[in-house]
């Protein structure tokens, strides 16, 4: 579901709050709510949190800190007051401000999924994705690490709209999969945001690599989000949150500390490219297509 709001003009700012997460769920959604004020304070019109930004990423912690997700269109007071999606309400009303929520392990019908919920200035939700493509990996020498033993996956795709500018929403292992940001912008995203958590053997192989590639390939700007590395913790994250321009080139990256990371996502940079290489327009529709499935 799309929904329109004041543009944010052809030039803005945006900030990828790279925080570090722990067991206490309070105090990651404290530390949260803090760095959106920084990030305003700063000036930017749109920031990101990291996947599962209120929760260890680990299998055992998604059940116990699963919460319920209200739908697209919720507004601020609508909604049980306590829960994450709450904070993320009253942060984006108060500070006024579009909040890409990371994600955070969703309860519903008794299945858990990984789930982003973006949020407009006013406090309501304009977007919920659930992680379409789930992290079953068996690296030999590396990690295995199967979402799909306790998560469930989504089976949508998910923009939305600001003034006219489409925002696509995708998690982590969905980047992985270039027929997804292909659809995406196919229906008009400009900036992919991917809030994310690579580990120590994904992360220095494959993470720079794909997200330059999503947005080679869509002549779009992406923006990744990571939590802070954590030596000690059960799933070590690469870090290196970092925004891509549309000529797939790293325009903004963090190292693997705790920081806020800041970008300008210029609109008309990513009509230039397009107009100069239209491989949109150059698709052969009569040789092949991606489309999506009915469910």
């Known amino acids: 579901m799309a929904v329109q709001a004041e543009s944010l003009g052809n030039k803005f700012k945006i ?17 949260a709510r803090k760095k959106i004020e920084e990030a305003h304070a700063n000036e930017a019109k749109l920031v990101m949190l990291p996947e599962c930004f209120n929760c260890p990423y680990d299998n055992k912690c998604f059940p116990e800190y699963a919460e319920e997700v209200p739908e697209v269109g919720t507004k601020l007071g609508d909604f049980k007051p306590g829960s994450t999606v709450e904070m993320l309400q009253n942060a984006a009303a108060e500070h006024s401000l579009y909040v890409v929520g990371g994600s955070i392990p969703e309860i519903s019908e008794g299945k858990v999924y990984n789930t982003s919920v973006s949020v407009s200035p006013t406090g309501t ?86 997200m330059r590639a999503r947005a080679l390939d869509n002549q779009m700007y992406v923006a990744a989000c990571s939590p802070a590395r954590d030596p000690d913790g ?62």
């Open 15 to 31: 900030a990828l709050l790279q925080v570090s997460v722990g067991a206490d769920k309070q105090a990651n959604l404290s530390l």
């Open 125 to 210: 939700i304009v977007a919920k994705h659930r992680k379409v493509h789930l992290f079953d990996i068996d690296v030999p020498g590396g990690i295995r690490f199967m979402e799909s033993e306790v998560l469930s996956a989504g089976n949508s795709l998910t923009t939305f709209e600001v003034g006219g500018m489409k925002i696509g929403v995708a998690i982590c292992y969905d980047v992985r999969f270039p027929e997804l940001s292909l659809l995406l912008s196919g229906r008009g995203a400009k900036l992919l945001c991917i809030p994310g958590a690579f580990n120590m053997t994904t992360g220095p192989a494959h993470w720079e690599l794909l």
């Open 234 to 295: 059960s799933y070590v994250a690469w870090g290196h949150s970092m925004v891509c321009n549309p000529w797939g080139m790293v325009i903004a990256e963090a190292d693997e500390s705790e920081q806020i990371l800041y970008s300008e996502i210029d609109l008309e940079r990513l009509s230039e490219v397009r107009q100069s290489i239209p491989v949109t327009k150059q698709k052969r529709s009569d040789l092949y297509s991606v489309t999506v499935s009915d469910f």
